[in-house]
């Protein structure tokens, strides 16, 4: 039943993107302001010393834009998860990251991969499939949603720029289709209307009972008991005949 609870706000919604976004600044800031270079700590596929990325990449960008272009999407797509997804958010994210990087370990090439771009590959491809899983309408919106906004990206699961590290948002595709299977039985609960459930009795809906076997509507009078509450008040009205 917990999962009703499910659309709910809570600090947490906002406050956990918020914090998200804002390690991956200060991490930027932290080499820029105090001359560091944190890229060797990228996934480095199928070395020893890259498995080190595969918690660390995610928090590595290589200048300002790619930060910027991460951070957006990141905070509208962890927010959503964290809204839409609250009781299964934090599996999600924590597993998702793992296996997307070491999946861009296992299949990416000999390069360094660096960024949170991965992640929000994840993100965006769980919250489509499951919404998509769910057969509810609010989550499938969200489907729709995310199709509409992040649609695009798509174009770059496939080598178009030797820069950009396309295996890693493959990973997060696969990933987040992966774990929107896994957690397809863990969805909210649809409400259903009175007469959805299977003890319902037309005979015994008071609406229903104003209308006869063909649908016609039946005025009905009110019927007033003879007999008063114990706990009613009566109210007797007495002419003022001095008026």
Do not use: C
């Not at 700590?41 to 790619?66: A, E, N, W």
């Not at 609406?207 to 009613?232: P, R, T």
């Amino acid at each position: 039943m917990k999962q009703r609870q499910s659309f709910t706000f809570s600090t947490g919604v906002i406050a956990y993107p918020i914090l998200f976004v804002l390690i991956l600044w200060v991490v930027f800031w932290f080499e820029i302001r105090f001359g560091f270079d944190f890229n060797y700590l990228g996934i480095q596929p199928r070395t020893l010393k890259g498995l080190r990325g595969i918690v660390f990449s995610p928090f590595i960008h290589s200048d300002i834009k790619h930060l910027f272009h991460n951070t957006i999407p990141l905070f509208i797509l962890s927010t959503a998860l964290f809204f839409f997804y609250r009781t299964i958010s934090w599996k999600v994210l924590l597993v998702g990251l793992l296996l997307t990087g070491l999946l861009t370990w296992v299949i990416g090439r000999p390069a360094n991969h660096i960024g949170a771009s991965g992640v929000i590959y994840l993100l965006a491809s769980f919250l489509f499939f499951k919404g998509i899983f769910s057969k509810y309408y609010r989550l499938i919106a969200l489907s729709l949603v995310v199709v509409f906004l992040y649609g695009g990206l798509l174009w770059f699961i496939v080598p178009v720029d030797p820069k950009i590290s396309w295996e890693g948002h493959l990973s997060g595709l696969i990933v987040g289709l992966l774990l929107a299977f896994i957690f397809k039985q863990e969805i909210i609960i649809i409400p259903k209307y009175d007469w959805e459930k299977e003890d319902y009795d037309p005979q015994n809906d008071l609406f229903m009972s104003h209308f006869d076997e063909n649908g016609n509507f039946i005025e009905k009078s009110e019927e007033v008991s003879d007999e008063l509450d114990d706990n009613a008040y009566n109210y007797i009205f007495k002419e003022n005949k001095e008026v």
